[in-house]
């Protein structure tokens, strides 16, 4: 088992802002495979090793929480180095500004036939009235939230559950309609097929969902970067104290990622 992330390589300006513009109108972008079969392995190994630990399913520790094991970053240092692995840390904070931090690490375990309906997350940032059919796409959204996901396990089929997303949904104002395939301006879902360890990043807002799978245990590694104006959500919010180790070695960047801030608005 490797103890090391790889740092990876950030985009070029050029390149980044490219991205950038392609995630503002599409709502994600797919980065493809950027791990390597070790880390991979190693990943998966310690999501396996968590679940396998009967310590980490005492309610109170809320280690893990149904198919979700949160704050990964405090069981390993390998997750926590996740959260400044090249080239998404710098695509996020292009996005989400330099001051943004890493709002939640939660690794996904689904078992045969888990899946997710369709869904934004959390609240609507931009809702609509049913009479307005949706936002302008002349005018850039800010974007407060984003889920990186990156899959351990092969998905090359529909039948490996994949992640999907409908493109530039995160402009309809809206939940997605109750349908297996919802279109957004003519758009239907895309997949993220994938080699394990291959990476993909989307709004929060956009509508998306992980597609049942029949036959493994599907292992995603995740996370979730924020604007510094959304509250970090790490159980149990203001009683929440993070484990010393954590910043154990920890450069600046992977502090302020961690929460670690510099005086602002409001405090
Ligand atoms: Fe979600």
Known sequence: MTNEIQQGKPFSGEETQQIV????????????????????????????????????????????????????????????????REPYVSLAEAILGEDCHMMSQNAIRYLPGQGGGWHSDDKLHFPLPDDVPRHDPRIPLPCFVINVLIPLIDIETIDDGPTQVVPGSHYS???????????????????????????????SQVWHRGTPNSNQIRYIAAFTYSQRIIAQRLYPFIDYRMPEHVFDGADERLQRLLGRHEKGAFG
């Not at 972008?29 to 950027?34: D, Q, R, S, T």
């Not at 297996?180 to 709004?203: D, Q, R």
Request: some cysteine; overall charge negative; glycine content about 10%.
């Open 21 to 84: 513009e392609q995630f503002n109108r599409d709502g994600y972008y797919f980065l493809g495979e950027i791990f390597t079969s070790e880390e991979t392995a190693t990943l998966k190994e310690l999501m396996e090793q968590k679940h396998n630990d009967p310590c980490m399913h005492d309610e109170a520790g809320d280690h893990i929480r149904g198919i979700s094991m949160m704050r990964m970053f405090e069981y390993h240092k390998v997750y926590r180095d996740l959260i400044v």
């Open 173 to 203: 104002g809206r939940r997605p309609p109750a349908e297996e395939n919802p279109i957004f301006e003519g758009k239907g879902p895309v997949s993220f097929f994938t080699k394990a360890g291959g990476a993909y990043m989307f709004n």
